[in-house]
Every structure is written in C-alpha cells, then in structure tokens.
C-alpha cells in the first residue's frame, strides 16, 4: 500500500492509500475555500455526566447533492472536489464540517454553575473507500477492504498520538434511513477527547468481570459461549466470528470479533487483516439479501480507548439495522430514546437463522 499525503486548498490534511506504488496523487486542490470552521463546543451534562458537542457550524454542510456534484468523487477537468486526484483507491481528509478540530478558539460562557464548557477538541476525518460513487461496500473486492482495514488501523494509530485524543471511533452510515448526507459510499472516524458513554460502560462491565473471575476478560468470555451455543452464530472462519448477540438491541445487529483479544486496529496480524474482508462482505450481502433491496445500516469498530483500559478492551465491529421488515423500521420512540431502555421487534436467534 502507497500512502501520499497532500494538502488541501483551505490547508486541511488529504491521505491517498493506492494499492499500486506507481500512483501519482500529488494533483493541487484548484478550488478557493474559506479557512476550515472553529472546533465545536463541548457541554458537560451533570444529570448524565456526559459531554454534548454543539456544532451550529454543520447546519451547512452538503446535503444530498446530484451525483454530478458529489465532493467524494474524483474530480475532473471541469469539476473540483475533496479529492484533486482524477482517480484513487482509498482516501481520508479532515472532514470540511467537523464536531470536534484542533483548531480551538476561546471557550464560551458557561450556561450554568452545573455546565462546564470546553472547545470541542479532537478531529474528525471522511473515509472514501472507492472512486466509484455507484458501488457499496458489499460490493468492493476483498482486496479493497484490506486497504481499508490498513487505513482504518493507520489512522487509528496516528490520531491516538494527538494530545488530548482518548477514543478512536471509526464508522460508516449507510442508507437515507440511517440519516446519511452523501451517498458516494464512505466512513468517518472520530477522534473523541472523552471516552464516550457506551465505551464508559462497555470498560466498566469488564472491569468488574475482571474482579470477580481473577481477571478474565469479558468480551472474550461472551464470544466463547456464543460459539459454543452455535444458535446465534451467522459465519466464521478461522480467526473472525460473526453472530447475533443474545441481548441485541436492533431487528438485525450482528458483531464480528476477532477470536484473539486485540485493543485496537492496528494490533491486528496479517492474517486476521486478510481474513476479515471475505467474512464481512459475506455478512453485507447477507444484510441486503435479507429483504431484497440494499440494507440501511451503521458499521461500528469498538476499540479500546487510547489510554486506560487497554487491557481490557477487545476489539470488534458491530453491524446493525433500523430495518425490520421489508417495509418497516425501527424508530427509537419512547421507551429508547428518553430512557435508553431497548425493545427488539425480533428474537435475535430468529435475526440469526434468516442471516444464516
């Protein structure tokens, strides 16, 4: 893999990942940007202790524009996108409407006593993973995911060096339903300068595992019996599981978990690298042949966060869906969205066997 990085016309960070040494991606950004947005800003919640970044900034951001105009294309003689190249394989920039930069300004007000405010400090970047805006992931060749996954884990470990990063969050939003503003097929990674609430709770539940076993590690403990009881699995081979959790929160939510307990992306071998893509574009089409139409979903790497807790972090990739039928979805109403209490639609061991 080829990694060239350039500089963007408003001086944002552009990283080309080509699968052949002889590309030339060194093209100059033609277009006249303003200078990139100030960093968000970042409310701490008492009731919940938790921070809530305010971004008023990405009220603006592109909305679904005509594929003639899409900024994740390469661009052309007659067209300037996010990428100068006229081609490209894999590539990641700092995204133009950010929540969390580096480029912090002075702090706001604080709104109450209760309410500390901090610059939303961080980084956020967009993965494109084909020059193709027509394609999907499902339908990338297992040599492209790698170069993927190899971005995903170089990026992870570069944003993990930057003062003040605690969580490394890479994902990807498909599908209108799930709420996307581009369709070119892409991710995001977040660098996060909190570890978030479920990352919070996740390191918690494995702590105390931990204490009352002599030191066993929890996620490793659940993927052993959800391969042991089988019900639940979708596809493995021989270093990634793929199953329906026993507890799953969504109609169709499938984690893949490497069968060594690694912290993060870049900890993986070459082989578990190798071996990732085949199974999951065997769970992607599996999604989309599910109702016979492409599936909406959220990609979602856990890593362990970038300074504690490492040794009890295990990465995986969870998989979900807010369809629940064909001409259903699943709305987080009341019972979800203000007290955070789950009710699945679907027994997840049926989820599994109509996956299977």
């Not at 009352?212 to 270093?239: C, P, Q, W």
Request: proline fraction near 10%; hydrophobic fraction near 40%; glycine fraction near 6%.
């Amino acid at each position: 893999m080829k990694r060239t990085m350039v500089r963007l016309a408003d001086g944002r960070d552009l990283i080309y990942y080509d699968e052949r040494d002889d590309a030339v991606r060194e093209g100059p950004d033609r277009r006249d940007l303003p200078p990139p947005p100030p960093a968000s800003e970042l409310r701490y919640d008492p009731l919940l202790d938790e921070w809530v970044a305010i971004a008023a900034h990405r009220q603006t951001r592109i909305f679904l524009p005509p594929t003639d105009q899409c900024p994740l294309c390469p661009s052309t003689p007659d067209q300037s996108s996010e990428i100068p190249a006229y081609d490209y394989d894999v590539a990641v920039f700092e995204n133009r409407f950010p929540s969390l930069s580096a480029r912090t300004g002075e702090p706001g007000e604080e709104p109450t006593p209760y309410t500390p405010t901090r610059p939303g400090l961080g980084r956020c970047e967009v993965v494109c993973f084909t020059a193709d805006h027509h394609a999907s992931f499902a339908t990338l060749p297992p040599a492209r995911v790698r170069t993927v996954l190899d971005a995903l884990a170089d990026r992870t470990g570069e944003l993990s060096e930057l003062p003040g990063v605690e969580q490394i969050f890479c994902f990807e939003n498909r599908g209108v339903e799930i709420g996307v503003t581009l369709h070119h097929p892409h991710g995001q990674i977040y660098a996060y300068p909190f570890l978030t609430p479920r990352t919070r709770a996740m390191m918690a539940a494995a702590r105390r595992h931990a204490e009352r076993t002599g030191g066993r590690i929890l996620f490793a403990d659940v993927l052993a019996a959800e391969r042991d009881a089988g019900v639940r699995v979708v596809a493995s081979n021989a270093h990634w599981t793929a199953y329906v959790p026993a507890a799953a929160r969504w109609p169709f939510e499938v984690h893949i978990a490497p069968h060594r307990q690694v912290p993060d992306l870049p900890a993986l071998d070459d082989a578990e690298r190798a071996a990732f893509g085949p199974l999951y574009l065997d769970v992607l089409r599996r999604f989309d042949q599910l109702f016979d139409k492409p599936m909406p979903y959220i990609s979602a790497w856990h890593q362990a966060p970038v300074r504690v807790d490492r040794d009890l972090g295990y990465l995986h990739l969870q998989l979900f869906s807010v369809r629940r039928a064909a001409d259903k979805l699943k709305y987080l109403a009341g019972s979800e969205s203000a007290m955070g209490v789950f009710i699945n639609d679907i027994r997840p061991e049926q989820a599994a066997a109509m996956l299977r």
